[in-house]
């Protein structure tokens, strides 16, 4: 089946340790989006990119990076957690169109100690 | 500034029943509407989307658009304990490629 998959499921770190989390999708979509979301709310956009292009939110801290090394790939890089970074990252895909619908990996957990 | 508003809960219903989830937006050129099913810890699940106004059906969803009133709803009919979850409203924009906005979401508790 066609999907998103998100590695690792769970990732621990230490404090300042630079930490990669990584997508993977096979539905061939032109898109793919990294969202950080804490605990009851909502799922906050950190960048996307539109095939190669490369699109920062304007509040992402420069401390997220991300890279986009072919279609099917997607990583996000944390070169030096803090306490605050803790949160579950998300990976979503889409294709450009009329809908944009947005399709969900199954996210990383992230605890920084 | 696109916002999302939905309250967020708890949203208590019995096993059985309807329940009605309310999403209102401010964008009023958004076009494309989305509704989302995240369980605790998990990641946010597709459930329905809509781009016309009306209603559109999926088995026990119906979800709902009126955007002259700039609200999008979602109806849950015989709510099932599985159903428990919180469920997040997200809008996208005019034209082609865009970003979506996502409210906070509420959250929906079906008591057996």
């Known amino acids: 089946d066609a999907m998103v998959i998100q590695n690792p499921r769970y990732q621990v770190t230490q404090f300042g340790k630079p930490v990669t989390l990584s997508c993977s999708q096979t539905?061939?979509?032109?898109?793919m989006y990294w969202y950080q979301q804490k605990s009851s709310q909502a799922p906050k956009l950190l960048f996307h990119?539109?095939?190669?292009?490369?699109?920062n939110e304007a509040d992402t801290p420069d401390n997220f990076q991300s890279r986009r090394p072919n279609t099917s790939f997607c990583f996000l890089d944390i070169r030096s957690p803090g306490l605050g970074d803790a949160a579950m990252y998300l990976c979503?895909?889409?294709?450009?169109?009329?809908?944009?619908?947005?399709?969900f990996g199954p996210g990383t957990r992230l605890t920084v100690l | 500034q696109k916002e999302v508003e939905q309250n967020s809960g708890p949203l208590s219903v019995p096993e059985g029943a309807i329940a009605s989830l309310n999403c209102t937006y401010s964008?009023?050129?958004?076009?494309?509407f989305f509704w989302y099913r995240q369980y605790s810890g998990k990641s946010p699940e597709l459930i329905m989307f809509i781009y016309s106004n009306g209603d559109k059906e999926d088995g026990r969803f119906t979800a709902q658009l009126n955007k002259a009133s700039q609200y999008v709803s979602l109806l849950i009919r015989d709510s099932q304990p599985s159903d428990s979850a919180t469920y997040l409203c997200a809008v996208n924009g005019p034209g082609g490629y865009q970003k979506v906005t996502f409210g906070t979401g509420t959250k929906l508790q079906v008591i057996p």
């Open positions: 539905l061939n979509h032109n898109v």
């Open positions: 964008d009023r050129g958004s076009q494309s």
């Open positions: 990119y539109y095939d190669k292009d490369f699109n």
């Open positions: 979503a895909t889409s294709r450009v169109g009329h809908t944009d619908t947005q399709y």
